[in-house]
């Protein structure tokens, strides 16, 4: 994927037993409930010293004060600091935002201001801005006959599956979450209807149902349902004493954004209620925060229950529900109160009860009409088929999130000797994204988004367009984009720290310029209304110049020492623990490259990139009639010299192997041993470290595998050419890249297939099956299938069956394990890596569909 740091971010949430802790294990501290003051007799001399002490302390508060105006009023005029003297790094490239388009103003920006936005958490709600009011659930599991807190999607959790079975992306979602014996079922439901606040009403329905396997004993459950205020903003509990016969108002607070507002929770069952109030400027460790309070209680009182107590000014509240399976609650937030006119029991009837339920059908009878709107597969696939497709389109929606930061951007400490961080801080932004795997990625990564975007355009192009957008949004003056996105405290508490700082050498593959492409295809053919072809094209009109100067990044900062060669920068030529320097930025991490980096080095898969970028930019201005109004690039030449067959084999063709390969300093002979190395605390310890037995030469670097393909995806290669035929005799060998569940991501035959590459990263693209290569893959044995030439009927054929493979394994995991997975496994099939990927794994629906980009 994309670096180590998406294999070792792994969640750094506690997990507290409950009941039976140590005296001392929750960090509650309690003030002395009294003081033991002296009997000396004060003297006079000493109160009139307190007396000025107090006047000075006095003085110099408002003298700090001052000083503070006076600065701050310097620096917003930019008086002080000299704006031009910033580093370039963190400098915002110079140009409208994207997300200042009209396009993305009024009734756009409105409907998607509430959402599930929160991919992190097993079920969350926020608005898109920095500074939200924030719903979120947890509620009380068991592993290993002890409770524990579930809240952060976790791996560990082992729940038998979780993640959303309908989701629209707008207002709608429907989600299932398994544990044990128990089903809790999450809906979440938005209405404009009577609303007065900012983005409307919303509510949450939670079922919870027993599985049935404990014999006819009913289980109680202990839900935490959650509202925090990011901004601080002080929130009204409705009572004291919780009584819901009287009254189903739980908490009350007023924003700027949506005024005076209101949440409820309304239920038919017999529930016992019990809540806390937090002042914290952070929420990332509110599930610390309840499982200190359960186990205070637990060890005072022998009760599974919170204190019903809160802390002056809180601006969080914990609600804990507990009663006997089955019960159903309901949870309506309305806004914009404004006295009587603002019929609130009227809205809150329509959001919760039987009006509720039948929202709810209507909502998931228009999901399914939209689902079959867009893929049309009732035709072609069975009900399992058609489960997964809903299932892989639903997480995807329901996995977008959105956050607010800085990112961490890596810088010498020579270049700022004044400091001891190693790192400059982005400007503060904002990102609405889609996110690669809600347990394990739960954030923005640049070249997955390109492969999200390509399934989601054809749901909602709004949506893409938003997120491609505040993507773009995020470009620098010299036109680069970090390529992982950690923005905000809960996104931090997720990665460890030395995976946070991004290098601003270091690129990613550009794949937005997939999802743009294909959306230009997709005006050619007429896919879109008039108005909905204006939209796109006002979008593209003011993305340009920000896609030019990106391009222009890589052009410079990546390329090689031949012309039409790049190579992808920052891997380590000093490094003795890996097998094969990692090449992170490529997205392929332990792909074997030339044995040891250099400048000579060339990268077949980057030259593509490059191709499909230049094909783009080339698209756009021909499509805009803009040629003359950017760069002095001239695209169609750069695509042209990119595309170039002859060039591409002079640089990357082996005939020999029938394959195409990197160019680099490489030898075969290079393996991990284990040797004594002397630690920093002056210890020996055995270790593997790398050692090279023969002397490396610059020349073709001998792996086939996803690499090799490059070519052959990106259809450079003419359908009437013999080696186009050897590409597939490469794909449909089963000693070579094919196997009955899908390509493998290097050949069987590769003195690197299966190997670590140190002593604690196991193989990550040298075997397994991923998904987005087997679609990048199947779209090209598709368009050499259409076109004529010689071997039209061999790419048919090959497309068939590798289509076939990939769906039945999917669907089979699926079933069996309950999640949709990161990769599959070479020999089995089985689901490896993290699970609920439905980050570009979601391709699968596309393939179903059989709808693949035009190129």
Known sequence: MTGTSRRSARGRIKSTSFPGGDEGSDSLSYPPSSIRRGKGKELVSIGAFKTNLK???????????????????????????????????????????????????????????????????????????????????????????????????????????????????????????VENDMILETSFVKSKEDSLGYGGDWAVRIDVKDKGLNDGAKRSAHLFFYLADEGGNVLNLGHDNLDFEKSSLLVSGSREDVGDWQIHLKSQNQLETHYSGFKTPH??????????????????????????????????????????????????FVSGIKGESSNVEKRLSSLSGLPLSDLLKKKHREFDTKFEECFNLSEKHDSETLGVGKT???????????????????????????????????????????VPSRPFFPRGF???????????????????????????????????????????????????????????????????????????????????????????LSFLERASVRLDAWFQWFNTSQSGKEIGSYFWHGRDNTTIRELNPKTLS??????????????????????????????????????????????????????????????????????????????????????????????????LSRQLVRKTYGKPKLKLVPHVGYVSLFPFMSRIIPPDSPILEKQLDLISNRSILWSDYGLVSLAKTSSMYMKRNTEHDAPYWRGPIWMNMNYMILSSLHHYSKVDGPYSEKSRAIYTELRSNLIRNVVKNYYQTGYIWEQYDQVKGTGKGTRLFTGWSALTLLIMSEDYPIF
Not at 121 to 128: C, E, K, L, T
């Open 55 to 177: 006047i000075l302390v006095a003085l110099i508060i408002l003298g700090i004060v001052f000083i503070y105006f006076v600065i701050n009023q310097l620096v917003s005029r930019g008086l002080l600091f000299d704006e031009s003297q910033k580093p370039r790094v963190i400098t915002p490239f110079p140009a409208p935002k994207l997300m200042d388009l009209s396009m993305f103003q009024g009734d756009h920006k409105e409907s998607l201001y509430w959402g599930t936005y929160r991919p992190h958490v097993y079920f969350g709600v926020r608005a898109r801005t920095p500074q939200s009011l924030v719903a979120g659930l947890m509620w009380l599991g068991v592993k290993d006959e002890m409770y524990v807190m579930r809240h952060f999607c976790e791996n560990s959790d082992d729940l038998s599956t979780f993640g959303w079975r309908e989701h629209n992306g707008r207002d709608f979602g429907r989600q299932e979450l």
């Open 446 to 536: 640049l070249w997955d988004e390109g492969f999200h975007q390509l399934l989601i355009w054809r749901w909602d192009f709004r949506i893409t367009l938003d997120i491609v957008g505040h993507w773009l949004d995020l470009l620098n003056i010299d036109g680069w984009i970090p390529r992982e996105q950690i923005l905000g405290a809960e996104a931090l508490s997720k990665v460890p720290e030395e995976f946070v700082v991004q290098y601003p050498s270091n690129g990613n593959p550009p794949t937005l310029f997939l999802v743009i492409r294909d959306l230009i295809d997709a005006i050619r053919m007429e896919k879109f209304t008039a108005s909905e072809r204006d939209e796109v």
């Open 586 to 683: 490529s997205g392929l991490d332990d792909y074997p490259r030339a044995s040891h980096p250099s400048e000579d080095e060339r990268h077949v898969d980057l030259r593509c990139w490059m191709y499909l970028a230049a094909d783009c930019m080339h698209s756009i201005t021909e499509f805009l009639g803009i040629e003359d109004k950017l760069s002095k690039e001239d695209y169609n030449s750069t695509a042209k010299l990119l595309s170039n067959f002859n060039l591409l084999n002079q640089m990357h063709y082996d005939s020999d192997h029938g394959a195409y390969f990197d160019f680099g300093n490489h030898t075969e002979k290079v393996k991990l041993i284990r040797k004594e190395v002397i630690q920093e605390n002056g210890q």
């Open 392 to 434: 892989a389109i639903a997480n995807m929606l329901g996995g977008i999130g959105y956050f607010y930061g800085q990112s961490k951007i890596y810088v010498s400490k020579s270049a700022q000797p004044e400091s001891r961080n190693n790192f400059l801080l982005y400007w503060p932004a904002e990102l609405y994204t889609a």
């Open 283 to 332: 929420i990332y460790n509110l599930s610390d925060l309840v499982q200190q309070n359960l186990a205070l209680q637990a060890r005072k009182f022998g009760r599974l229950q919170l204190s019903d107590t809160s802390e002056d000014s809180s601006n969080i509240y914990i609600f804990q529900i507990s009663g006997k399976l089955p019960f159903t609650i309901d949870i309506p």
